[in-house]
């Protein structure tokens, strides 16, 4: 007798890389695909969705896996790289089924979904889902988690119906180690409905930074279904150049009803930043760089440097200007350069290195202008200085791609993913490629 495949929780295939049969990485898997059946028989897993190099996401089908090992897909090496695009009759297991609410058929007690598990049937290629990791008990209860088990797919009833209130927690911890762009791109992959329950799951900082990688659309759809004091709150967690971008996307009325909730401090950075134009220096630059008084010393820029939450484009340099050292600054005395800073001792002056031999941005320096400056002096971030000689904020490369991409490249599929594609709409097995 023919030993059991072995059981594969489908929690565990989140973002593991998917290989050719050369061992060369094609993807990585974001999502599976099943298509739920009548009565109670397990769902037939019909593929999975993969991200490609170019980040564009595509369908695998089953029939073209050849095997789910420790941390690794392997498929047959011929993949249609049209974009996936799911269909009504199909659910994505990952975004949809984790953390639904459910009832055990036996005793009709409520159950919310932790995870499932998907079994290869035997001598067939075809997969199925076939059992259901499940914690009794309403969600949010106020008492300890209930009992976890896992039963048959059959045990339990409840896929079938539109859910109203999904929880998200199970789905989060399975991206949980994604880099802010990648979990905002599987946000965008969500439904609406479920991108909205996600984004409620997340923290302030967490929301924040997907907020930054999203489109303008999906910004301000996330934005308008949070309650107005918690929008307010994911705002003052941006920063305040990407806090003013989303912004300016809201009727006028809505942008200062958040921005009456938001800190002072914090709603006056923004609406410094809103005043300007937006493809200036002054509408580019983030009103938070590393400022520094002439008496600091080589060990206090460098302690600043290695903040974590500051991005590489803002480490790069620390800006020496007379009191007050929160923008708009004293006078602006010159820029030192991480490199610098390693060059010399500790106990040494920044007034002592600083270089002023550049001319700062104006804030009314056009977009075409900043990104010649950037490229003329080889620098990645670039002081912006008001008439008075303050200083005001700076202007970062990653804010000036962000604008001189085109305003949907997110969503843009790069063709420089190479792998081979199919020559028509069939799959070898003859089923129709999908999407």
């Given at each position: 007798?023919?030993?059991?495949?072995?059981?594969?929780?489908?929690?565990?295939?989140?973002?593991?890389?998917?290989?050719?049969?050369?061992?060369?990485?094609?993807?990585?898997?974001?999502?599976?695909?099943?298509?739920?059946?009548?009565?109670?028989?397990?769902?037939?897993?019909?593929?999975?969705?993969?991200?490609?190099?170019?980040?564009?996401?595509?369908?695998?089908?089953?029939?073209?896996?050849?095997?789910?090992?420790?941390?690794?897909?392997?498929?047959?090496?011929?993949?249609?790289?049209?974009?996936?695009?799911?269909?009504?009759?199909?659910?994505?297991?990952?975004?949809?089924?984790?953390?639904?609410?459910?009832?055990?058929?036996?005793?009709?007690?409520?159950?919310?979904?932790?995870?499932?598990?998907?079994?290869?049937?035997?001598?067939?290629?075809?997969?199925?889902?076939?059992?259901?990791?499940?914690?009794?008990?309403?969600?949010?209860?106020?008492?300890?988690?209930?009992?976890?088990?896992?039963?048959?797919?059959?045990?339990?009833?409840?896929?079938?119906?539109?859910?109203?209130?999904?929880?998200?927690?199970?789905?989060?911890?399975?991206?949980?180690?994604?880099?802010?762009?990648?979990?905002?791109?599987?946000?965008?992959?969500?439904?609406?409905?479920?991108?909205?329950?996600?984004?409620?799951?997340?923290?302030?900082?967490?929301?924040?930074?997907?907020?930054?990688?999203?489109?303008?659309?999906?910004?301000?759809?996330?934005?308008?279904?949070?309650?107005?004091?918690?929008?307010?709150?994911?705002?003052?967690?941006?920063?305040?150049?990407?806090?003013?971008?989303?912004?300016?996307?809201?009727p006028e009325e809505d942008k200062e009803r958040l921005l009456a909730l938001m800190r002072p401090d914090d709603a006056a950075d923004v609406r410094r930043l809103l005043a300007y134009e937006e493809r200036t220096a002054g509408g580019l630059m983030t009103t938070e760089p590393i400022v520094l008084r002439p008496d600091a010393t080589v060990a206090d820029a460098l302690a600043r440097v290695r903040q974590q939450d500051l991005s590489p484009a803002l480490a790069a340099q620390v800006y020496v200007c007379r009191p007050p050292d929160e923008t708009p600054t004293g006078k602006y005395l010159g820029t030192v350069h991480f490199q610098r800073l390693l060059r010399d001792p500790p106990f040494t002056l920044v007034s002592s290195i600083v270089e002023s031999d550049l001319p700062p941005l104006a804030p009314d320096t056009s977009l075409p202008a900043v990104t010649s400056y950037l490229a003329a002096y080889n620098m990645v971030a670039a002081p912006v200085v008001d008439e008075s000689g303050s200083l005001l904020g700076a202007v970062t490369v990653d804010d000036v791609l962000d604008h001189l991409l085109p305003d949907d490249w997110r969503e843009t599929e790069f063709e420089e993913f190479a792998h081979e594609e199919s020559s028509d709409d069939k799959s070898p097995s003859g089923e129709p490629a999908h999407g």
């Open positions: 007798m023919a030993p059991a495949a072995p059981r594969i929780f489908v929690s565990h295939l989140a973002g593991v890389p998917v290989f050719d049969p050369q061992g060369d990485q094609v993807g990585r898997v974001r999502d599976l695909v099943a298509m739920l059946r009548v009565g109670r028989r397990p769902p037939r897993l019909l593929g999975m969705v993969v991200e490609v190099l170019s980040r564009r996401r595509i369908f695998l089908p089953m029939t073209r896996v050849t095997g789910v090992e420790s941390g690794q897909v392997i498929t047959t090496g011929v993949l249609n790289v049209r974009r996936f695009e799911q269909r009504p009759t199909e659910r994505l297991v990952l975004g949809e089924l984790l953390d639904r609410r459910v009832r055990l058929v036996e005793s009709g007690e409520e159950a919310t979904v932790l995870d499932v598990s998907i079994q290869q049937l035997p001598a067939r290629r075809e997969w199925e889902i076939d059992k259901v990791f499940v914690r009794k008990g309403k969600p949010g209860a106020l008492r300890r988690k209930g009992e976890t088990l896992t039963v048959e797919w059959s045990a339990v009833t409840g896929f079938s119906l539109e859910e109203h209130g999904q929880g998200a927690e199970s789905l989060l911890a399975t991206f949980e180690q994604l880099r802010p762009a990648d979990l905002a791109n599987v946000l965008h992959h969500l439904s609406p409905k479920r991108r909205a329950e996600v984004a409620a799951a997340l923290d302030d900082d967490r929301l924040a930074d997907v907020l930054e990688e999203l489109p303008d659309d999906d910004q301000v759809e996330i934005l308008g279904k949070l309650k107005e004091e918690r929008a307010a709150d994911v705002l003052e967690a941006m920063d305040p150049d990407d806090a003013a971008d989303l912004l300016s996307e809201l």
